[in-house]
């Protein structure tokens, strides 16, 4: 082993010695969440194949200060949802060479009730496994014969939330058996998986140490019922694989793209790991 090697790894374990000795405990809230008098599932029993691990599961708007909960319980108030209304407009326009728009085969937005709920999932014609980027451009690459939209695109931000708040409410029940079986095996071996200089993994955080504070954050575990999600701190909304990418990253590694294979395995674990929250539809997160 060289010196600078040894350097290196001192270096990392000081930095993980100092991030987690210096959290301190901070409870999620016991409070409800309604939203325009409806009331979102924020607590439920964990998963069976969470038991042992976590007693309950919980939405990071539990683990959130008084401001940015507030934001989120109004739809006036939450800058999320202009988002969607931009998405309402550009249901209606015509793009591609076969003269189709969103409207052409779904008519309202509304049809896409409880989609959210159950992505990813296999999709049963492909055998691909998709979430809700990979349907919409789907349907813009085959139906409209459009380009497809990149993930991270303004419009496919816009979409994404559109679609979500439609299934603001239902219950979250994401499939990890089945034909999604070698997915979700291959997306719970890279959630505890440690990365990086740091040696992190997604349990490190969100599992092991959710409800502290660490580096003046409140670490929560992690679920996605809420995504997309206006984030504060980069005053746009984001997707799961979106935040994916800063989790990776702040572990000092290499992370992964948006769409790979990986990433879309990772999703659909952490999705079921929350099976039994509310979809909010566009949370609103630090």
Known sequence: MTLRTIKTALAATAILGCAFTGMTMADPVDEPMVIDGQNITIRAPAPEFL???????????????????????????????????????????????????????????????????????????????????????????????????????????????????????????????????????????????????????????????NGKYIRSDHLSQGQTNGFPVYRLKDTKITSAQGRFVGCVRDTRAETFKIGSDEFNALELYVATRGNGLAVEGVSVRH
């Open 51 to 209: 038991k042992g691990v976590l007693p309950e599961v919980l939405s990071g708007w539990l683990y959130r200060d008084e401001d940015t909960r507030k934001m989120e319980l109004d739809d006036f108030d939450n800058p999320g949802i202009i988002y969607a209304d931009r998405a309402r407009d550009q249901w209606e326009v015509v793009d591609g060479t076969e003269g189709k728009a969103c409207v052409s085969c779904h008519e309202s937005p509304e049809a896409m009730k409880g989609l959210r709920a159950v992505t990813p999932r296999v999709d049963p014609d492909s055998g691909k496994l998709m979430n809700i980027e990979a349907y919409v451009n789907k349907c813009r690459t085959e139906r409209m014969g459009a380009e497809a939209w990149g993930d991270k695109s303004d419009h496919m931000m816009d979409m994404l939330a559109l679609i979500s708040l439609q299934s603001r409410g239902e219950i979250i029940n994401v499939a990890m058996d089945g034909a999604a079986a070698p997915f979700w095996e291959k997306g719970k071996e890279i959630y505890y998986t440690r990365y990086g200089l740091l040696e992190l993994s997604c349990a490190n955080c969100h599992e092991q140490n």
